[in-house]
């Protein structure tokens, strides 16, 4: 549950916020964290890492959506319901990885 947790959080706050900006503030609160539950800290970092890279719904998550959107095609209400979409699958396809992988 705790790594659904944080995939989903991690996910939906670089649709607003820089990837790189996300991951560098988050790690290290996840490492403490890991330390201070006496878990490995790799089974909250790993998932956090990835799914900073899972911004899908926004114009201002990532240049290629902000070029899609700009292209005037795609309209941001289908790109806010598909990316949820995208969001949502991605979250969970790093939980279950994670989940099998490093436990």
Sequence with gaps: MLLAVICLCVTFLTEITSNTATTAFLMPILAAAAIGADMDPRLLMVPAAMSANCAFMLPVATGPNAVIFSSGQVPIRT??????VLNLLG???ITTITYIVLT
Excluded at 79 to 84: F, K, P, T
Aim: net charge neutral; proline share 0%; hydrophobic share 65%.
């Design 91 to 93: 979250a969970a396809v």
């Design 79 to 84: 790109m806010v319901r598909e990316g949820l």
